[in-house]
């Protein structure tokens, strides 16, 4: 089966930086697009970052306008892994962080929970003031 393990997150103060990651054990990873939720509690999972698989054309990333210009999504896939690099954290930016892989789908539709055929345990992040 498809084991996604997400790490990186922690306490951290206002300001600060993050980088999480996401590892992927299962058979063909660079055929998977990737991407980055979080919920808070008693809030809907929302969408944070994707990337996708290398060999399209177009734009290969997308953010949520919350965590634009402050957070960088990529990939390895020698090592299997993604990441997500946050900058200039803030209190509402503190959730459950989930990695969720999807074999096929627009970049648009990334942005959507459904559809995603697996997901990570979620890791942490707590950003004080």
């Known amino acids: 089966q498809v084991q996604l393990v997400e790490s990186g997150g922690g306490l951290v103060q206002a300001g600060g930086s993050l980088r999480l990651s996401c590892v992927y054990s299962?058979?063909?990873?660079?055929?998977?697009?990737m991407g980055w939720f979080r919920q808070a509690p008693g809030k809907e999972r929302e969408f944070v970052a994707a990337?996708?698989?290398?060999?399209?054309?177009?734009?290969?990333?997308e953010y949520a306008e919350s965590v634009k210009g402050r957070s960088t999504i990529s990939r390895d896939n020698a090592k299997n892994t993604v990441y997500l690099q946050m900058n200039s954290l803030n209190p509402e930016d503190t959730a459950v962080y989930y990695c969720?892989?999807?074999?096929?789908?627009?970049?648009?539709?990334?942005?959507?929970?459904?559809?995603?055929?697996?997901w990570g345990q979620g890791t942490p992040v707590t950003v004080s003031s």
């Open positions: 969720g892989s999807k074999l096929f789908g627009t970049i648009a539709a990334m942005t959507s929970f459904e559809g995603y055929n697996d």
């Open positions: 299962g058979v063909s990873f660079s055929n998977y697009n």
């Open positions: 990337i996708m698989r290398y060999g399209r054309l177009g734009r290969q990333t």
